[in-house]
């Protein structure tokens, strides 16, 4: 077994099962290694950062 075989097999999952199949990668992945998910959300605050659509916590609250 390695990465390329991994790779394939993950290419002929169901679409249907897309879903499980990477919450069960998860599970064996590093805690402190960030998720695809959690890195887009990275990337898109950025983004939103860099066009000022984020608030502090002191506008929302005020």
Known sequence: ???EIL???VGI????????????????????VAAPDEIE?????RKEIEKGELFSHEEVWA
């Open 13 to 32: 999952v169901d679409e249907r099962e897309i879903e499980t199949v990477y919450r069960i990668l998860l599970k064996f992945i590093e805690e402190d």
């Open 41 to 45: 959300a990275i990337r898109q605050a």
């Open 7 to 9: 790779h394939s097999l």
């Open 1 to 3: 077994m390695n990465r």
